[in-house]
């Protein structure tokens, strides 16, 4: 038997292993993809116009010193070793740490910390009782409300330059890839060529996104592997032929000399030699889709190893072959045999991290969006099988109109360079700063070791930060002006979003209110369940309100639903549905609060609707089954809410699964049962929803045996309701708000809510689209924000 178990632990290790290197394989094509296509531009860009090369080589020596330590210590040691560890429940990326902050200490600005909160495990604080983990930093920040909106802007700041970057790696890395056509043809053959071939395949990129990931990358990974393999060889055949001895370069004593001799023009160079690190945050921020074990060992035993050889092997070649500034490209230490296969393995490789680099800022968008910090966008999930692969059509083309005016506008990859690493080294030392308050807030390490890492790290990047800043006028105006303009209206969306949270719970009414109101306007309910979508987990919103006064109806059945976005990348769907009663059972009048991770793959409205209903049977059966306590008092009571003078009710999170059969309930053959987080079809557009949804299907059905109990008799009659109601049709009551700043407020606010944020309102997509709602059973309730 002891045999038995062995052998089994031992295939179970074998099988682990396995599933690892599968993904450190699969790994090559979706996070390294930026990395390892570096080589293409980084000697090109550091020896642009700041330093040239000398007969003693010190130059190139010192720059490939710098390019080796810079790899080691900040993809390898900060990265793949420190800042991996900081994942939130394995997902990685800027707003991972920011979540993973805000569940240790009060600083998160969204309204997603509520009561409603404590039923969900994932979301749960990791505190001892006694708290003894409250160091002066926590307390800090937990104090200054100044703290919390510059932490925030500071999250901002990093996701806007995330963006940025998305816009610059693919100019940068098909530019490089597509001029090696320099060396076949004259030069000025060679202007009018590259920018127009430049152009076409970055419109036929981004024109392919719309198919995903899935269907196009599935060669992703063997043509990075390839191209690993290309410069590795081609590495050590320029060591082997032509300097042996570049080794010694190695040495941080060539560092020292490299600024010795060219002082400013040295520094200045930094810009370039920082593109050697471009696309290491990929690795953090794609940890969702791989596996830590994964990353590590395919940087460290494949991705660090090649691209070292290959920097190495092109020192070498420079150090006996002196090219002039101009003529120094990844091409020339290429043997004139291979040329043409290595541009077009190239070239793939640059599309390939390109696309890794695109399909990164969807995902970082739809974050932003799913905690309230983004103006609305269509998402479409294109992969039923996969989550994480979507695809955003408006960011798509807008991303792709300003490649191509970057690739016209610039023209040469210096000016590229230095607006892509700024915005590299931006998003760095973002994700330094964040990392330095986790290991004090969540690994509860003391300020000491916090303050090393801080100042280590930090310091390396600032150096590479201040030699991009300072070139303003040669690129980096870009990355600043774009920063800028996704700061500020992220800030505005964000800021007017949480006013008009704030105004809703202000202004929202009583239940008690709307019932004393029933006999004077001579309130009627129709057939059907009607969906009111709100931000409030508790009262009666003011639109709705206003709906009833003004048009005194509403349906058999009404659920106030609440979508909420809650700083964990997933909420396991047992935990998704909070459901309750708001008045008495005779109201048929429920709330639902459903929570979404931001990396949560939202239902259509078909699954949606069957879902909500089958718990709501759920929790009608749990709710008259359950004990009476000393409040509740008979049945009777029960029934007519006469003992619950609030009309809020507690909260009950009853799971779906394995419930509904003891339960008595049969579900329609056409339901299909699927996880939340994939596995639903994908809907393209709203028309789709209704041409396919048909009142036949996913439907549930009750089956209720006759009984002599009174409280089996009130719940028959409540879930024959809720059928008939569901068979008449159900309705999706939105609110179509209009923002407008108090008076005698700054004229900053004014600007801000009259124009920034209702121009986006105007321009984004409606509630309908983002919450999967078809137009034929929509209903817009007309409502101004005063905030």
Known sequence: MDLENG??????KKDSWRTTLLLAYQSLGVVYGDLSISPLYVYKSTFAEDIHHSETNEEIFGVLSFVFWTLTLVPLFKYVFIVLRADDNGEGGTFALYSLICRHAKVSLLPNRQVADEFLSTYKLDQSPDRKYDSKVKMLLEKYKFLHTALLILVLLGTCMVIGDGLLTPVISVFSAVSGLELSMSKDHHQYAVIPITCFILVCLFALQHYGTHRVGFFFAPIMLLWLICISALGLYNIIYWNPHVYEALSPYYMLKFFKKTKKQGWMSLGGILLCITGSEAMFADLGHFS????????????YPALILGYMGQAAYLSKNHQNADQISYYVSVPESLRWPVLAIAILASVVGSQAIISGTFSIINQSQSLGCFPRVKVVHTSDKIHGQIYIPEINWILMILCIAVTIGFRDIKHMGNASGLAVMAVMLVTTCLTSLVIILCWHKPPFIALVFLFFFGSIELLYFSTSLVKFREGAWLSILLALFLVTMMFVWHYTTIKKYEYDLHNKVSLEWLLALGPTLGICRVPGIGLVFTDLTSGIPANFSRFVTNLPAFHRVLVFVCV???????????????LGRVGPASLRSYRCIVRYGYRDVH????SFESDLVQRLADFIRYDWSRPLTSTDGGNEDRASGSDRSSGEHRLAMVENTGFTRSSGFEVNENMQQASVSFGFQTVESIGDIVETSTPNERRVRFVIEDTENPNDVHMRQELEDLLAAQESGTAFILGHSHVKAKQG??????????FGYNFLRRNCRGPDVVLKVPPASSLEVGMVYVV
């Open 292 to 303: 830590y074990a994964a990353i590590q060992i395919a940087f460290t035993f494949l991705v």
């Open 564 to 578: 909420k976005f809650v700083p964990v990348p997933f909420v396991p769907p047992a935990e998704r549905y909070l």
């Open 603 to 606: 239902q259509d409205v078909d």
């Open 7 to 12: 052998k089994y632990w031992q295939d179970s």
């Open 745 to 754: 407020s700054s004229v900053l606010k004014i600007l801000a809510v009259n």
